[in-house]
């Protein structure tokens, strides 16, 4: 049962414009939302996370947004550059257990 | 961030030896590591939760017995696949929680391949 989804797989952008990388989720029990940059044969790196009180973080380029309602977050990335081209994973965590759950992850490409 | 290192980065063995993957901490003391497990183009899944001192905490589903998880020091995790087979191959990744944003710190991913 994957409670964390990401419908996209692959995302295509050009160097300068904004890339869009989405997530959905289930469980309302989620209170803490991450997002994830993966290089082949790498662990992932920490980018952004937002809590469950928040529906906005920014952070230099990276901006997550948080829609409790629709259980959605998205991840803005303004401007795209080349260096950004890797797979993004989303993460959710409850409150007072640290393991994540992670969506399939979708796979940013920025054309120069 | 903290760091976390894997070794070996890549292992390739044959069916129904055992491999042991180690996952350090390098700068701070971590009682609690995670190992996970990711099969091309799916997602991460956690397999065990590794706690010092004491027996780790499986996921369901995962054999306990098939991946012994030893958490011997504030420092060091290892995860030993025992009787490996092909289906055992994947990319095995280790974290330690948690920072200040909540996130978890990654280890680089250890590569297993099993003949």
């Known amino acids: 049962d994957q409670q964390v989804k990401q419908n996209s797989p692959s995302l295509s952008v050009q160097e300068g414009r904004i890339s869009i990388l989405n997530c959905d989720y289930t469980?309302?029990?989620?209170?803490?939302f991450l997002w994830y940059k993966k290089y082949p044969a790498e662990g992932p790196t920490f980018l952004i996370s937002i809590s469950s009180i928040k529906d906005k973080n920014e952070d230099g380029r990276f901006t997550v947004f948080l829609n409790k309602s629709a259980k959605h977050l998205s991840l803005h990335i303004v401007p795209s550059q080349p260096g950004d081209s890797a797979v993004y994973f989303c993460a959710a965590s409850s409150a007072g257990a640290n393991n994540l759950f992670f969506g399939t992850g979708t796979r940013l490409t920025v054309i120069p | 961030g903290a760091v976390v290192s894997q070794h070996p980065s890549w292992v390739i063995c044959k069916s129904g030896t055992s491999v042991k993957i180690e996952c350090r901490s390098l700068?701070?003391?971590?009682?609690?590591m995670f190992w996970y497990r990711q099969f091309p183009k799916q997602s991460l899944m956690l397999m065990a939760t590794?706690?010092?001192?004491?027996?780790?905490?499986?996921e369901q589903g995962v054999e306990k017995d098939k991946f012994l998880i030893n958490h011997a020091s504030l420092t060091l995790s290892t995860l030993t696949v025992t009787s490996a087979h092909p289906e055992d191959s994947s990319f095995y990744i280790c974290s330690a929680p948690p920072g200040p944003h909540n996130e978890q710190f990654f280890g680089p991913g250890t590569r297993l391949t099993v003949l």
């Open positions: 700068d701070f003391q971590a009682t609690t």
């Open positions: 469980n309302s029990m989620f209170d803490y």
């Open positions: 590794s706690n010092e001192g004491s027996k780790a905490t499986y």
